[in-house]
Nanobody, 120 residues
Framework: QVQLVESGGGLVQAGESLRLSCTASGSIYRVNSMVWYRQAPGKQRELVAAFMPGGRIHYADSAKGRFTISRENAKNTWYLQMNSLKPEDTAVYSC??????????????WGDGTLVTVGT
């Protein structure tokens, strides 16, 4: 059973930085994609940054130039470096890993999320 745990959230002031981590425990056969999402109070969940199938990196327009997604395969950990944070970045950030098993069977794993609060 794969479990994802996010960490690194907290309260910061506008302009400051945070680095979120998403660590997987258990056995992932082959990561097809890995996505950082966020959900602000009263809003729908939105994609922030992702390793897409094939390895291409995608950023939401709101994240371009400020956020960087990265990974450390040896530690089964993905990161989201967030710089120049703004109050509108306040949200619960969650990670999602999509595993591609033999026979093209897909399995999706989610973390519980970590809260990022950006003050003015």
């Amino acid at each position: 059973q794969v479990q994802l745990v996010e960490s690194g959230g907290g309260l910061v002031q506008a302009g400051e930085s945070l680095r979120l981590s998403c660590t997987a425990s258990g056995s992932i056969y082959r990561v097809n994609s890995m996505v950082w999402y966020r959900q602000a109070p009263g809003k729908q969940r939105e994609l922030v940054a992702a390793f897409m199938p094939g390895g291409r990196i995608h950023y939401a327009d709101s994240a371009k130039g400020r956020f960087t997604i990265s990974r450390e395969n040896a530690k089964n950990t993905w990161y989201l470096q967030m710089n120049s944070l703004k109050p509108e970045d306040t949200a619960v950030y969650s990670c999602n890993v999509n595993d591609l098993l033999p026979g093209n069977v897909g399995r999706s794993y989610w973390g519980d999320g970590t809260l990022v609060t950006v003050g003015t």
